[in-house]
T-cell receptor, first 114, second 109 residues
Framework: ETGVTQSPTHLIKTRGQQVTLRCSSQ?????VSWYQQALGQGPQFIFQYYREEENGRGNFPPRFSGLQFPNYSSELNVNALELDDSALYLC?????????????FGEGSWLTVV | AQRVTQPEKLLSVFKGAPVELKCNYS??????LFWYVQYSRQRLQLLLRHISRESIKGFTADLNKGETSFHLKKPFAQEEDSAMYYCALGSSGTYKYIFGTGTRLKVLA
């Protein structure tokens, strides 16, 4: 059984550019959540996908978008990057998205916007 | 507004001393509270959840609805407990977690 994997681990982008971050969920999990963790802060919920449909969204602008694929892997896309988007982006998967399910985090993708 | 507050950024204790990591929450419904831990160079992982009323690695946490608190406690700290600890509030209906800013626990030899 493989855990949650994310790619890339680190990347640097210029303000105004677009970025795509990828996540492979743990085997058997159909729910993926994305979190943004700025330096010195706790993770902040961006959105969740359950069986390829968005199932909840946090207070993030529409330039943050996502996809979930039939194999339950997921992408986070951020358009028109701003300096404040610099953060660790965490992906987490769970069996069915219920709070009673344990969620498993990946190691994250470090994004630096310059 | 739903909020989780962890008032201490850093807590240093000596090995063998008791530990209490504070967590207060603000939530109008029936809360589900969790503690997550991140050891050095490892990913964030679940430590315990209030609904299970379990003890993991000697840690316990009791939900106090009157004081809206969910403090994490351990009677005798070990060096391997040194890590970043996050308190999280589950928001039912949206399946999202609201995390606190975290407390770094340092257990000194």
């Amino acid at each position: 059984e493989t855990g949650v994997t994310q790619s890339p681990t680190h990347l640097i982008k210029t303000r105004g550019q677009q970025v795509t971050l990828r996540c492979s969920s743990q085997s058997g999990h159909n729910t993926v959540s994305w979190y943004q963790q700025a330096l010195g802060q706790g993770p902040q919920f961006i959105f969740q996908y359950y069986r390829e449909e968005e199932n909840g969204r946090g207070n993030f602008p529409p330039r943050f978008s996502g996809l979930q694929f039939p194999n339950y892997s997921s992408e986070l896309n951020v358009n028109a990057l701003e300096l404040d988007d610099s953060a660790l982006y965490l992906c987490a998967s769970s069996l069915a998205g219920s709070l009673s399910d344990t969620i498993y985090f990946g190691e994250g993708s470090w994004l630096t916007v310059v | 507004a739903q909020r989780v507050t962890q008032p201490e950024k850093l807590l240093s204790v000596f090995k063998g001393a008791p530990v209490e990591l504070k967590c207060n929450y603000s939530y109008s419904g029936s809360p589900e509270l969790f503690w997550y831990v991140q050891y050095s160079r490892q990913r964030l992982q679940l430590l315990l959840r209030h609904i299970s009323r379990e003890s993991i690695k000697g840690f316990t946490a009791d939900l106090n609805k009157g004081e809206t608190s969910f403090h994490l406690k351990k009677p005798f700290a070990q060096e391997e407990d040194s890590a970043m600890y996050y308190c999280a509030l589950g928001s039912s209906g949206t399946y999202k977690y609201i995390f606190g800013t975290g407390t770094r626990l340092k257990v000194l030899a």
